[in-house]
């Protein structure tokens, strides 16, 4: 089954208010085996709408509409279901008393609702009515040839009630669903044109029914396997036997299997599992891994703290980094960050230690290091010390992502030697 979903509003279309409502939707027919294969935002405009629903109706067995069901005079999304329809309105009795409570309760007196109120009950003659018990506007299903037409209120959290409670429900119980079944393998560390170039004879060897998706983010690269189709054994097979075969080509990339997975918490699920401890400091990224790695529940079993040395005199005066290596090798070094990697293991007693310093813009300020210049030091548990260095560009934020990123692949990496 596919499915298109339509927004309808002025507003969506001068950026005055972002479509959430879309993402929504497509996420919950997804997950009953129903295909988005087009998503509209469309004027209040009834020749436009008109136009567009029969655009779609031959290629969708759902339309989802959202939006314009108000009670002002550009909301002309029922008058524009009874043109295509060939319908009229009539007042929906069990609505109208529905918005009479609502106003009067919202208002605190019983007096006679304004007309625009009273129009809110008016549905398509032949429709069935969604009944809204989250505001005044009802949905809409109606349906033509072998599609169904949806019309739900614009405001989300009426939009999503009456998803869950009717319009979810309604489609599984009428329409004869494939099953779908997502998997997420989870990368770090590696860019996403050298993981495609390294997986591409694996990917060309997917069945048909499997479609592949990248989805990359600063640092990582989630990869969605998807599989359709009438047999779900089949279909988890499929998808269990080419994960294996995928882990054996990129098994060092690979920090986990599920949807939210991310590297903090695989971190945390290591550093706990073998009772180890880290801790910070630093400089150019400015506190950033420290609320990355106490962002997961329960990080203060492996998390000790974090000494953000931001001027060069807190570098001396909490790390203790000796003013000489400052002057001879200037706070953006090797020597510098490897120094506040070891104070940092030191003072805070744990067994690795993260440290960054850099020139992450847009001035080169008293450094003789181009922007986007980094240095990372990992201090580990057998008194080795890691120091890479980067050049990160611009802008600004992008670099401190980029920092915080790398900081957290290298310990990855350093803690796998372990795990392993």
């Not at 009426?158 to 779908?180: D, F, S, T």
Request: hydrophobic share 40%; proline share 4%.
């Amino acid at each position: 089954m596919k499915a298109s979903i339509i927004t309808i509003g002025d507003e969506i279309l001068i950026g005055q208010i972002v479509d959430t409502n879309s993402g929504f939707i497509a996420n919950a027919l997804d997950k009953i085996g129903i295909e988005v294969a087009e998503m509209r935002s469309i004027s209040d405009n009834k020749q436009h709408i008109l136009n567009t629903f029969s655009e779609l109706q031959d290629d969708s067995d759902v339309v989802i509409v959202t939006g314009g069901l108000g009670p002002t005079k550009d909301d002309v999304t029922r008058n524009t279901f009874c043109d295509y329809f060939d319908d009229t309105l009539i007042s929906n009795a069990e609505v109208l008393a529905h918005v009479t409570k609502l106003i009067h309760n919202f208002t605190g007196n019983t007096n006679p609702l304004l007309q625009s109120n009273i129009d809110q009950a008016l549905v398509p003659s032949k429709s069935t009515v969604l009944f809204n018990q989250y505001g005044t506007a009802p949905g809409i299903w109606m349906k033509k040839g072998k599609t169904v037409f949806i019309s739900l209120p614009g405001v989300p959290y009426e939009m999503k009630g009456l998803m869950e409670h009717e319009v979810i429900p309604r489609i599984v119980a009428e329409y004869k669903r494939p099953y779908i079944i997502h998997k997420t393998v989870m990368t770090y560390g590696m860019g996403e044109s050298m993981l495609a170039d390294k997986i591409t004879d694996w990917e060309n060897n997917l069945p048909d029914f499997i479609k592949l998706a990248y989805l990359p983010s600063p640092g990582r690269v989630r990869l969605r396997l998807s599989a359709r189709g009438t047999d779900k054994a089949q279909l988890e097979k499929a998808i269990a036997d080419n994960i294996h075969s995928l882990t054996q080509i990129i098994a060092e990339v690979i920090v986990g299997f599920e949807e939210d997975e991310t590297i903090e918490k695989v971190l945390g699920r290591q550093l706990t599992e073998k009772k180890l401890t880290i801790s910070t400091a630093e400089s150019c990224s400015g506190g950033k891994i420290a609320q990355i790695l106490t962002s997961v529940p329960g990080a203060s079993a492996y998390y000790k703290g974090s000494i953000v040395s931001y001027a060069k005199e807190v570098k001396m005066d909490l790390l203790q980094i000796p003013a000489e290596t400052i002057e001879k090798y200037t706070v953006v070094s090797a020597e510098v960050a490897e120094a506040m990697a070891l104070s940092a293991k030191r003072l805070l007693k744990t067994d690795y230690a993260i440290a960054t310093t850099g020139n992450a813009g847009p001035t080169k300020d008293d450094t003789d290091k181009e922007v986007g210049t980094v240095f990372i030091a990992l201090a580990t548990p057998d008194n080795k010390t890691i120091v890479k260095e980067f050049n990160f560009g611009q802008p600004r934020e992008k670099v401190i992502d980029r920092t915080v990123n790398k900081s957290l692949e290298m310990l990855q990496k350093e803690i796998l030697k372990i795990v392993e």
